[in-house]
């Protein structure tokens, strides 16, 4: 086998699970399961490693619904500020490592390091390592070496991504679950320097539960003992489990409120909601800092020149992002909860020109959406709802266009961004597309409702609309106002869509 970056994401989906093995342990409720943990024990030792190994990582746990990855970004840009630099002659930090999932455009951007994704070669060079320390450990065994001597596809890369760290000696490391907590392959940490939970929510349901209690008690399975625990305001009974489950891990959760002083700093992540996630991320930094020595910021004080730096610079491709070309702004979210979708809609609302002074009627606003998996067309309703509710208008979008996560028109997806754990069927034929555009008539029949296969033809037809605007109505609206919103790999392969139409033009 070659060596070189594609090898290893070729190889990578290999490990993948198909449609209907995910399909299976969704239905029969399993997919989190006692066995979890051990399995990824064993994992781990087959590599060279114990799980107290981490420790040296100093890692930060982070659980949540909404939210996860936009804090842990947040966390991650404000301990970049105590990096070597000219104001920080006595550093504690020298590497700081960000796990996250899934990721936008390329498989490395999961794990970063200082702010910034593995280049393809070093992420080759580790990927392989892994899977040739799995492969001596199956020959070891008379095994085959073949896919069942490795893990599927998100254990492998937090293997990958902590034997990464390692030796790439990073003194922090911020870790995203990703899906719940308890059993999340993630939670082979024995003592991480804090762990926090996001806001919560309902998601996942065939593998987490169905209420919010039962969610709740997932999350809180990152505690650890004497550990100290923070969590952004939580519903009533989300919040009793979590205490519950802290007393039962010998530690104590703290709740932190929404800061409103933080609304007067710029955050890179610019939308309401997200002051939760900053407030949130700064505690967690803070106390981070004082175990690694440094004095904390006092309640009573404004917040260290780092913080605010680390605030405003913090980045997160593909949240509450607005990229602008001639003639349209793209607003661009993902939503995969009932929650997100939600708080996406209010926030592209706030983007938008005061509806007062552009008659809706001749406003140019268009809807690019799919969700292939979960209740779409639940997610849809809630969107309308609530952009109707927060513009005063019941016809939110002048137009709207569902497609699949396809990205490219005639060579399909990038092999970054294939899938196999949609039901192959379903895209092909826009079963789901078609019953969103269903739908979407049922709720708005003045809407013009366009169905394509792949987000290229999304794009494209987009941007058609956008140039069939006379002069008078640019120049009431500033152009078509576009939401782009739905499940993350609709919004990887959107931008993978822009940056490569931008590429071939430069």
């Not at 690694?292 to 917040?303: A, D, E, F, K, R």
Request: proline share 6%.
């Amino acid at each position: 086998m070659d060596r070189s970056y594609a090898d290893a994401i070729a190889a990578l989906n290999t490990l993948q699970s198909n449609f209907a093995v995910v399909d299976a342990i969704r239905k029969s409720g399993h997919a989190s399961t006692k066995a979890s943990i051990p399995e990824m024990v064993d994992w781990c030792r087959k590599i060279g490693y114990e799980p107290s190994d981490f420790d040296r990582l100093r890692p930060i746990h982070i659980a949540g619904t909404k939210g996860k990855g936009s804090t842990s970004a947040f966390i991650s840009s404000i301990l970049a500020q105590y990096l070597p630099a000219p104001s920080q002659p006595n550093p504690r930090l020298h590497k700081i490592g960000l796990y996250t999932s899934p990721h936008l455009r390329f498989v490395r951007e999961r794990i970063q390091i200082n702010n910034q994704p593995l280049s393809e070669e070093t992420f080759a060079k580790y990927f392989f390592e892994v899977w040739d320390r799995l492969e001596d450990a199956a020959r070891a065994k008379g095994l085959l070496t073949d896919v069942t001597a490795k893990p599927m596809y998100f254990r492998f890369l937090t293997l990958m991504a902590y034997h990464t760290y390692l030796r790439e000696g990073v003194d922090t490391a911020i870790i995203e679950c990703g899906i719940g907590g308890e059993y999340d392959c993630t939670n082979i940490l024995i003592t991480p320097s804090v762990t926090g939970i996001t806001s919560l929510g309902i998601d996942h349901v065939g593998m987490l539960g169905n209420t919010i209690e039962e969610i709740a008690w997932h999350k809180a399975g990152i505690m650890k003992p004497g550990v100290p625990a923070f969590t952004a305001p939580q519903p009533a009974l989300a919040h009793e489990v979590l205490e519950q489950r802290a007393a039962s891990k010998s530690t104590a959760i703290q709740t932190v409120p929404i800061d409103l002083s933080l609304s007067t700093i710029p955050l890179g992540l610019a939308a309401d909601f997200q002051l939760s996630n900053a407030s949130l991320a700064v505690q967690i930094a803070s106390t981070h800092l004082l175990a690694l020595g440094h004095p904390p910021p006092l309640p009573t004080s404004p917040l260290p020149a780092e913080f605010v730096r680390g605030l405003k610079e913090v980045r997160w491709p593909g949240r509450c992002e607005i990229r602008r070309e001639r003639n349209l702004s793209w607003h661009i979210d993902s939503g995969h909860t009932l929650e997100s979708i939600q708080a996406a809609a209010t926030w592209f609302a706030s983007q938008l020109p005061d509806p007062t002074s552009t008659p809706s009627k001749r406003s140019t606003r268009v809807l690019l959406f799919n969700q292939q998996t979960r209740d779409a067309d639940a997610l849809a309703s809630a969107l309308h709802r609530t952009l109707a509710h927060a513009l005063q208008d019941d016809r939110p979008f002048s137009h709207a266009v569902f497609c699949s996560n396809v990205t490219f028109q005639e060579t399909g997806f990038r092999p970054d961004l294939v899938s196999i754990n949609a039901d192959l069927q379903a895209v092909n034929e826009l079963a789901v597309q078609k019953r969103l555009a269903e739908t979407w008539r049922g709720i708005d029949a003045t809407t013009e409702v366009k169905v394509v296969r792949s987000i290229e033809e999304a794009v494209g037809w987009v941007r058609a609309v956008a140039g069939e605007m006379d002069g008078e109505l640019l120049a009431e609206s500033g152009g078509a106002q576009v939401l782009v919103t739905g499940s993350v790999h609709l919004v990887g392969g959107f931008l993978e869509v822009l940056e490569t139409g931008l590429e071939g033009k430069s």
